[in-house]
T-cell receptor
């Protein structure tokens, strides 16, 4: 059974539109992360989230991005005004602190910006 | 800034061969190193995690080693099978907790039946 699921699996949007990507952890996790992978490129860290606030963020995670855990369960990534270069696979990742050190990747959301 | 490099970028071998995938990183002050498998268009599946204090980890036909001082890790796959065909990614974590993983570009592996 996967540690985390993501919705939608594929999102197509027009440039300038807002998108929200969702992540649902299966069991109790303390740390949440978002990564992205542009086609043919490396997987890149975006942001980590712990105790309902951002812990670390990369240079990629600018003011166009935001994360929240609105209902204590779902974990979301919002891109306010999408650009063509935001097209990528976005992975939600969870870590069960104190259980093991493995970071578990969700299946990903493929975002296509037209 | 941590940089991770994987060699070779691609590898094609006949079924049954043993093979080694290489990963190097520039900053030896790491927390742990993780090997992943990625199938086309899919997410990442964790294969092995090596803590900075460990030298190797084994799971089935897979063995990963870590030489932190030289900034190297290898993934050894024994008796390769066509089902092993995938991209193998190496990722290092520089600190605990909030720190994200730094990934290499991966080795695209094809096992010929």
């Amino acid at each position: 059974e996967p540690e985390v699921t993501q919705t939608p699996s594929h999102q197509v949007t027009q440039m300038g539109q807002e998108v929200i990507l969702r992540c649902v952890p299966i069991s109790n996790h303390l740390y949440f992360y978002w990564y992205r992978q542009i086609l043919g490129q490396k997987v890149e860290f975006l942001v980590s989230f712990y105790n309902n606030e951002i812990s670390e963020k990369s240079e990629i995670f600018d003011d166009q991005f935001s994360v929240e855990r609105p209902d204590g369960s779902n974990f979301t990534l919002k891109i306010r005004s999408t650009k063509l270069e935001d097209s990528a696979m976005y992975f939600c990742v969870v870590w069960r602190f104190l259980a093991d050190d493995t970071q578990y990747f969700g299946p990903g959301t493929r975002l296509t910006v037209l | 800034k941590q940089e991770v490099t994987q060699i070779p970028a691609a590898l094609s071998v006949p079924e049954g061969e043993n093979l080694v995938l290489n990963c190097s990183f520039t900053d030896s002050a790491i927390y742990n190193l993780q090997w992943f498998r990625q199938d086309p268009g899919k997410g990442l599946t964790s294969l092995l995690l090596i803590q900075s204090s460990q030298r190797e980890q084994t799971s089935g036909r897979l063995n990963a080693s870590l030489d932190k001082s030289s900034g190297r890790s290898t993934l050894y796959i024994a008796a390769s099978q066509p089902g092993d065909s995938a991209t193998y990614l190496c990722a290092v974590r520089s600190g605990g907790g909030a720190d994200g993983l730094t990934f290499g570009k991966g080795t695209h592996l094809i096992i010929q039946p």
